[in-house]
């Protein structure tokens, strides 16, 4: 099993690792409000990160599923971003509904570091992340969603 990093632990991501933890992998959060990270994983186990940087530290896999463009700038590319510490190879998969512009430039930063993305936005809502019932819209190379499929069924 993998050993993930989830950023953004609210009303959707919360569900959406919580699948993650029950189909055995191990997870590290990070969310802006430590509370909730702290209540996550008081309820699934798991460890919780200070900064996003710190989650994706030696992770395989870094999901993000955060608010808009500008949370999600700031959780990879930002100061304590997780593109400063993911390894060349690790494959980052974002669940957040966001623009074409940050979708792009996310992936072209990440190309430069070696990292494989998948631009993966979800439908379904709350209870769908809580059911284990959404659809998923993927973009990205071949190589990146092949290795996110597997995690992204869960």
């Given amino acids: 099993m993998a050993n993930i990093a989830f950023i953004g632990i609210g009303v959707m991501g919360g569900p959406m690792a ?3 933890v029950e189909a055995g992998h191990e997870l590290t959060v990070y969310n802006r ?3 909730k990270a702290e209540a996550w994983v008081a309820k699934h ?8 940087a710190q ?3 030696e992770k395989q896999i870094v999901i993000t599923c955060v608010g808009n463009d500008d949370d999600l700038a700031a959780v990879t590319m930002g100061r304590d971003g997780a593109f400063s510490t993911m390894a060349r190879g690790a494959l980052f998969i974002d669940h957040t509904t966001v623009s074409a512009r940050i979708a792009r430039q996310l992936s072209v930063e990440a190309e430069g ?3 494989h993305v998948v631009d993966a ?4 809502g709350q ?3 809580e059911n284990g019932n959404l659809s998923v819209m993927c973009g990205g190379g071949e190589e990146a969603f092949s290795a996110a499929e597997l995690i992204m069924s869960a």
């Fill in 18 to 20: 919580g699948h993650l």
């Fill in 121 to 124: 936005p979800v439908s379904g």
């Fill in 55 to 57: 989650a994706a530290t």
């Fill in 127 to 129: 209870a769908g992340a």
């Fill in 113 to 115: 570091r070696g990292i």
């Fill in 33 to 35: 409000t430590r509370s």
């Fill in 45 to 52: 186990g798991g460890v919780v990160a200070d900064n996003p």
